[in-house]
């Protein structure tokens, strides 16, 4: 979260006199983090705002911010980008091309996420660990979840002891990976229920598994987004990621 500490840090400088450029930019990432406390404070500063300073506030959730910050600041929403060109971003980056067009396509529209992809060590295990539970290969009852997410677990325990400065971001944002990927798998059965246009699938080298799979008996994609918001923010007050996904298989009877 961002403490009330660093938003003053933050604060002290956009009132400083800009020394190097005509102005000075603040960026504020995962601004939905703020406690109520920071929140006031860049209130306070965008109701009263310097000519020579720019806040730029990036989120996922909008709707998670005070409505009194929403209305003092002018929106700006992202598109998706084209694999192609992620693809191309990637390569130029020295990501070979089969890798780059894997990665483009996991990223699902982000560049910023296709290169969290490209540094995250064993990404591939992980997303198929992932597959092989959300698929039930091989899991008949409780037990069988329990080792199988206990497997998937030892991956993520790893990279969040790992020496880097940023680990708590860095596991965070792995957490979220994880979670999008649990919704876009069941956003590609919710396609395939509905017959819609199969190349909007997120999972496509699937499909054979996909289609396997019950289709009749699946939470709607409401009560899994109201439950992923909970898992993720149990995740973040340092729950257990065993726990909060048993929790989340439990609910939606995946055993």
Known sequence: MHSISSIRDMIDQVFMQPFEAKAKVFILYDAHRMLPSSANAVLKTLEEPTFDSYIILITSKSEDLLPTIVSRCNKVKFNYIAEDEISNFLQNMGKSPSQSRYLAHLANGSIGRALELANFPNHKEKRNLLIDILSKNDINNYLDLSDAILKLESFYIFNEKDVQGSVGALYQKEIEILFSQILMWYTDLHILKEQGDRKYLYF???????????????????ELHLLLEDVKIAVERNIKLKTCLEYFFLKINLV
């Not at 496509?204 to 409401?222: C, F, G, H, R, Y």
């Open 204 to 222: 496509q080298e699937n499909i054979t598994t996909l289609l396997a799979q019950d289709l009749s008996k699946m939470p709607s994609l409401e």
